[in-house]
């Protein structure tokens, strides 16, 4: 039978989720609102003295070369991110789910990047690519390889999505494994007993039960990927060498704060809430049929 609960008071459930209420319009609600406004607006750096001009400046950005770029340049880097750090964390969380001994201090070890702040991740990698004094650089050209980020567009570009996706494996191994820890053993068992080897047990059994992870986990690295990782592009190439690395979520700040054009970062920061929520309602509408729950 069924027991439902019922509140005495009819303010106390109003009271339950009033923090978080708050909290959302705050720090989300009240932001976005403002930024809607602000990209209707002309402004000078120092705030003095504003016009309104309203589609000017989304007019002026898709005029614009350097932003129109780096909407394909934000595509590329959201995937690559997302896939490898997904992939990876996958095939982590597969091996750790197998371990019995020491399984605690593996499964440690596997979490603790996700402590470490986006701008630190990036310095890491930025210490073991330098070019002159990076450990990596140094064994590369034992093979003929000349390394060098702040010169080469692309290996700058291939930096940040490996800084980016090393920081967010350990999110995405801990909803993996977890999900794998959730199957009921017998089910592999009887995969094994079926003939099944570990590897198609896996494809066969495991991957299509952890799908809700999946599903959930590329939502979150795709808003993960285009907004979280300012910092980690901020501290490694600063968006360079010329734009080569400079996603939206980076334009937003070089041109607001140190451009101080605020009317055109606030555009661009509108553009890109919309493109995330259109990309997340297309998440939902098309690959979620694909997930079984």
């Keep these: 039978m069924l027991k439902r609960v019922h509140f005495n008071k009819t303010w106390l459930p109003f009271m339950l989720v009033a923090p978080q209420i708050a909290i959302t ?116 050209d034992f093979f003929g390889y000349d390394w060098n980020h702040y010169l080469n567009g692309g290996q700058a570009m291939l930096l940040v999505i490996l800084a980016a996706a090393w920081k967010q494996i350990a999110y995405n191994f801990l909803f993996y494994l977890a999900a794998m820890q959730s199957i009921p053993r017998s089910i592999i068992e009887a995969g094994a007993i079926d003939g099944a080897r570990p590897i198609r047990r896996f494809w066969t059994l495991v991957f299509p039960l952890i799908s809700p992870t999946t599903f959930f986990l590329l939502v979150i690295n795709a808003v993960y990927a285009f907004f979280e990782t300012f910092g980690i592009v901020h501290a490694v190439t600063q968006g360079g060498p010329a734009n080569a690395t400079t996603i939206l979520v980076y334009k937003v700040y070089n041109d607001g704060f140190v451009g101080l054009d605020l009317g055109g970062s606030a555009a661009q920061s509108v553009i890109l809430m919309i493109m995330v929520i259109f990309m997340t309602i297309i998440q939902f509408r098309f690959l979620e049929r694909k997930v079984q729950y």
């Design 25 to 140: 319009l705050i720090f989300f609600i009240w932001p976005a609102t403002q930024a809607v406004y602000q990209s209707f607006l002309i402004e000078d750096a120092f705030g003095l003295s504003t016009e309104f001009v309203w589609f000017e400046n989304f007019q002026y950005l898709f005029t614009d070369e350097i932003y129109l770029n780096s909407f394909g340049r934000t595509i590329f880097f959201s995937a690559a991110v997302a896939f490898i750090s997904m992939s990876s964390a996958l095939v982590l969380a597969g091996f750790a789910d197998r371990v019995i001994r020491g399984a605690t201090t593996y499964r440690t070890l596997l979490i603790w990047p996700y402590a470490i702040a986006p701008v630190l991740a990036g310095a890491l990698w930025v210490f073991m690519f330098n070019p002159t004094l990076g450990i990596l650089p140094y064994f590369l």
